[in-house]
């Protein structure tokens, strides 16, 4: 994770690590650290913490066959409840509430916020575990050369998140306007649908018509015969990845046990962006309690998010922000901790030692021109331009040109869509940037770790998908 999380959401997901989790498996993350420098979060797993939960969960798995199908069902409910719970909270007239009635709804949503941070950390360890298993069975199989090209058909997904049924749906109000229909209702549905995606933290805007406008401008400089082109490949990409998948299953002749284990991995693929979205739709539905909230304290909603949830409990009982918070300082730096599974935080100068005594920061070093990581999605070798993209300047991405980031989310599809490369920093096999990359068939490499500190703007480089490198030519 290496893009902005504000305060409150770090705290929730802090705390989350500890008594949330140590219920759910039975022992809590005991080392972690998540940063703020900026608009820029990053967090770091300590190994021997994220070895410590694997040894839980795969003892879990070991007693209970059906453990990883629990968590997968608890996951979707979990999400589900967020959601719902902030739907229910930012309903009614909040004007008439006293505010100790507003602190009571708050903490409904905050407990639930705790509870659903284990499903943040659980699947990508079983995906870990999983992975591993069938993997090895591939290179009996097929060997280890063709290992990786038959493990993404069966990571496939079997439904499209709803970032990429959005993309569908535009494309399609774009074929309407090449026809000369009015879309004005459509787009208005539209937006009720889907403007919640680009909620990735409470403090951000949701998606405007505006937004969808400036998009479908740039969908009509293609023409007719390309946009039908585009929406048919994405439906059909779909369909046909269903039946590639079956007939991989069928061609390598597993056992019964190990096909279960593959479909339950597809599962686990489609959350990886099911939970993010549902996560964006939570803070979509909140809105209007963070704004009572907010307007109550005489802040902005952007400053409450800067607020942990004991000082937004205090400030509504006692009408004025505690004198303990500086905005200022807490836009610069935050660091939250956990050290023997014990909680810890610090801003602005504090943070920024902390952060200094803890972290190497990876140097660019003696002319280091190339970057390794994961393949994600296969493809030939390419080369183009690199642009380092992020939501702010993802309007500027051009097609063709290699997109290097931290991390992928849902507000950069449509630069992706244009990519003839994509290459991250974080991420693994089941990541967002994997899934999207794989279903637009787009050479893709995660996992570099350094990516966006070794190349520049305009670096000419070639991107290899078959040895996992991207160097500078």
């Known amino acids: 994770m290496s893009r902005r999380w504000t305060i409150l959401r770090t705290e929730l997901f802090t705390k989350g690590y500890v008594e949330p989790l140590k219920n759910y498996i039975g022992i809590p993350n005991r080392e972690l650290l998540v940063t703020k420098e900026l608009e820029t979060s990053s967090l770091y797993n300590s190994l021997d913490s994220m070895n410590e939960i694997s040894l839980a969960l795969l003892n879990k798995l070991k007693n209970d066959k059906d453990f990883g199908l629990r968590i997968y069902k608890d996951c979707i409910k979990s999400c589900e409840y967020l959601v719902q719970v902030s739907k229910d909270v930012s309903q009614g007239n909040f004007k008439s509430l006293s505010s100790q009635t507003l602190?009571?709804?708050?903490?409904?949503?905050?407990?639930?916020?705790?509870?659903?941070?284990?499903?943040?950390?659980?699947?990508?360890?079983?995906?870990?575990?999983?992975?591993?298993?069938?993997?090895?069975?591939?290179?009996?199989?097929?060997?280890?050369?063709?290992?990786?090209?038959?493990?993404?058909?069966?990571?496939?997904?079997?439904?499209?998140?709803?970032?990429?049924?959005?993309?569908?749906?535009?494309?399609?109000?774009?074929?309407?306007?090449?026809?000369?229909?009015d879309i004005n209702k459509a787009l208005i549905v539209h937006k009720r649908k889907y403007q919640w995606l680009s909620c990735y933290n409470f403090d951000e805007v949701e998606f405007s018509l505006e937004d969808f406008k400036k998009r479908l401008e740039i969908l009509q400089e293609l023409s007719f015969s390309e946009l039908s082109n585009k929406v048919n490949c994405m439906i059909e990409k779909l369909n046909s990845d269903k039946n590639e998948f079956q007939r991989v299953i069928n061609k390598l002749g597993l056992s019964n046990g190990l096909i279960n284990k593959i479909k339950l991995l597809r599962e686990f693929v489609f959350l990886r962006t099911y939970r993010i979205e549902m996560n964006s739709q939570s803070n979509f539905y909140l809105?209007?309690?963070?704004?009572?909230?907010?307007?109550?304290?005489?802040?902005?909603?952007?400053?409450?998010?800067?607020?942990?949830?004991?000082?937004?409990?205090?400030?509504?009982?006692?009408?004025?922000?505690?004198?303990?918070?500086?905005?200022?300082d807490r836009e610069k730096y935050a660091v939250f901790w956990l050290h023997n599974a014990k909680y810890h935080y610090a801003f602005g100068s504090k943070a920024k030692k902390v952060i200094s005594k803890q972290i190497v920061d990876v140097k660019k070093g003696n002319q280091a021109l190339f970057v390794k990581g994961t393949t994600a999605s296969l493809g030939k070798i390419i080369t183009g331009n690199v642009r380092l993209v992020n939501k702010h300047n993802m309007s500027e991405f051009k097609k063709g040109e290699i997109l290097v980031t931290t991390m992928t989310s849902p507000e950069l599809v449509p630069a992706m869509h244009k990519a003839a490369g994509i290459v991250t920093d974080e991420g693994g096999v089941t990541c967002h940037a994997a899934i999207v990359s794989r279903e637009f068939n787009i050479p893709c490499i995660v996992g570099t770790g350094n990516a966006t500190k070794v190349f520049k703007d305009g670096d000419f480089i070639e991107v290899n998908t078959e040895f996992a490198t991207a160097k500078i030519i």
């Open 287 to 328: 809105k209007p309690l963070l704004r009572e909230i907010s307007e109550r304290g005489n802040i902005s909603v952007r400053q409450l998010a800067m607020m942990l949830s004991d000082e937004i409990k205090t400030m509504l009982l006692e009408g004025k922000v505690p004198n303990s918070v500086n905005f200022k």
């Open 103 to 181: 602190v009571k709804i708050f903490d409904i949503y905050v407990d639930t916020a705790l509870n659903f941070t284990p499903f943040l950390a659980l699947p990508p360890n079983y995906e870990m575990y999983i992975i591993d298993e069938i993997n090895q069975s591939l290179v009996e199989k097929v060997g280890d050369s063709k290992s990786e090209e038959y493990l993404q058909k069966l990571m496939s997904l079997k439904e499209y998140p709803f970032q990429m049924l959005e993309q569908i749906d535009l494309a399609n109000i774009a074929l309407r306007i090449k026809l000369k229909t």
